[in-house]
């Protein structure tokens, strides 16, 4: 007998032994990243194909304050911050160092490509037609909807204007038509747009966070009412914005009251009766959903690239009718962080920048600093990655790791899954304002359903979505 049992040890060890192998030597190498990590200077390059760098100003002063020195493209760089999209013009890109990062995400234009978004069918988005190739629905669209107004715009055209159909030209091509919301929510009389900063730090798994100490406002100069098409400045958003300090309601809770441009249009809505807090809950929604139905193409993009040392900064504009029910307009590559034109907003900028750094691991440099790559033992290690622990000692996930219900047990888990876990911890814990919206917060954990949640999404999508679940049951600050 004990022969037998002897036998059956030796074959199971020896079915083990090459997994045991595989996530050991996976493990020693993401190990050995950690002790080549640099504690030396660190390396920050530009690319802008501006002839100035004034809309860098505040990107440049924080990495300074950071301790990060300036290189030149060609350069031993940390840190590519990239005003434009660097992938077509950087090649070498594709093979990035472990302890380099860039500012953009390869094929992050299938989210700030304006034709591409606003023609996705997606219930926030006004109805939009390309052309010409969608020109006869177009139009069988606006006869059906005599009432209907619509805009035609251009992916890099920003001067936008009601037209009658008559005057819109229906063969145009990278270009496309929307309808015209035509009752917007107005404060004082003048409508407005709002633009969340958004972060994506991963792809596949998908992670999302938003900066939630405010929300850039920006009213139209004019009144809406009486409304009239050629007077563009009483329903486009344009650089000559009337800003939250100067509209008349707005003033006593921003100037005198020190409001945020958030809270300040929040009393403003509760004065006129009615309930802001039905408005974020849309807007988080509205990003997720976005950038959810593009993570396909963003996944086929970043095929060709060898090390996914991506994050993007983006701003999502967005506007709200008189129902307070939001509309998403675009999401902006490279979003403006320029003060020049108000100096009021250098702190908003400001606050932004170190909030996103402190996420993705940009932090001030100091002797004992550790790569953005990597993560010491002091800040995430075993205990803080493990969860579900009856779980997998129930289902034997130290012997096999074939049962699906092992998929989050530390012996089963990958190097690259494992530096997943370490990152999403890593930024957790360093978040500053950053809010993740993505794997989505749970509002209440006694009722939160994860099978329903994960059941439509991605099988890493899910995977990770089960490990914040997880990490909430015990701790209700990774809840949210």
């Given amino acids: 007998m004990l022969f037998l049992a002897a036998t059956v ?26 002790q080549k990590s640099r504690t030396q200077d660190r390396f920050y390059s530009i690319y802008s194909t501006s002839p100035t760098e ?124 929307q309808e015209f919301i035509q009752k917007p929510f107005l404060v004082d009389g003048h409508k407005f747009d709002i633009g969340v900063y958004v972060v994506i730090t991963s792809v596949n798994p998908l992670r999302v966070y938003i900066y939630n100490g ?28 009337l800003p939250t300090w100067e509209v008349p309601s707005l003033r006593k809770y921003y100037n005198s009251y020190g409001g945020s441009m958030r809270a300040s249009f929040e009393a403003y809505v509760r004065d006129q009766a009615m309930d802001p807090s039905k408005i974020w809950p849309q807007v988080e929604n509205i990003i997720r959903t976005t950038i959810l139905t593009k993570e396909d193409d963003l996944i086929d993009t970043l095929r060709k690239y060898k090390r996914h040392n991506f994050f993007d900064l983006l701003r999502f504009d967005l506007f709200i009718d008189e129902n307070l029910k939001v509309y998403l307009m675009e999401a902006n590559m490279s979003p403006n962080l320029s003060s020049a034109h108000f100096k009021e907003n250098s702190l908003l900028y400001e606050q932004v920048l170190y909030s996103v750094f402190n996420l993705v691991g940009i932090r001030p440099v100091s002797k004992s600093e550790i790569s953005r790559n990597t993560t010491s033992e002091m800040i995430t290690a075993d205990k803080n990655l493990a969860t ?51 794997p989505k917060p749970i509002s209440d954990i006694q009722t939160y359903d994860v099978d329903a949640e994960t059941r439509q999404l991605s099988r890493k999508n899910a995977w990770i979505t089960r490990w914040f679940f997880n990490k909430c049951k015990y701790d209700r600050t990774w809840c949210m």
């Fill in 9 to 34: 040890c030796t074959a199971v060890l020896a079915e083990l032994l090459p997994l045991y192998t595989k996530i050991k030597s996976e493990r020693n190498e993401l190990n050995s990243t950690i």
């Fill in 54 to 177: 004034e809309h860098l100003v505040h990107v440049v002063d924080i990495l300074n304050r950071f301790g990060y020195k300036r290189t030149e493209l060609n350069g031993e760089w940390d840190l590519l911050w990239a005003h434009d999209y660097p992938f077509r013009v950087f090649p070498h890109l594709k093979n990035l160092d472990a302890h380099q990062f860039v500012n953009h995400l390869p094929g992050c234009g299938y989210l700030t490509n304006k034709v591409d978004l606003c023609t996705t069918q997606l219930p926030f988005l006004p109805r939009a037609f390309r052309l010409p190739s969608h020109r006869n629905l177009f139009l069988e669209y606006a006869s059906a909807h005599p009432e209907a107004l619509f805009v035609q715009k251009h992916n890099e055209h920003r001067h936008i204007k009601v037209r009658a159909i008559s005057d819109i030209d229906l063969y145009s091509n990278d270009s496309f038509v």
């Fill in 214 to 241: 405010d929300v850039l406002f920006r009213y139209c100069p004019e009144k809406y009412y009486p409304f009239d098409a050629e007077i563009q400045d009483k329903y486009v958003v344009a650089d000559n914005y």
């Fill in 388 to 438: 579900d622990l009856n779980l997998c000692v129930y289902n034997d996930c130290d012997k096999s790791c074939n049962k699906e219900e092992c998929g989050l047990c530390l012996p089963c888990i990958s190097g690259t899954e494992y530096e997943w876990l370490q990152r999403a911890h890593d930024e957790h814990l360093h978040r500053v304002d950053m809010k993740r919206i993505f």
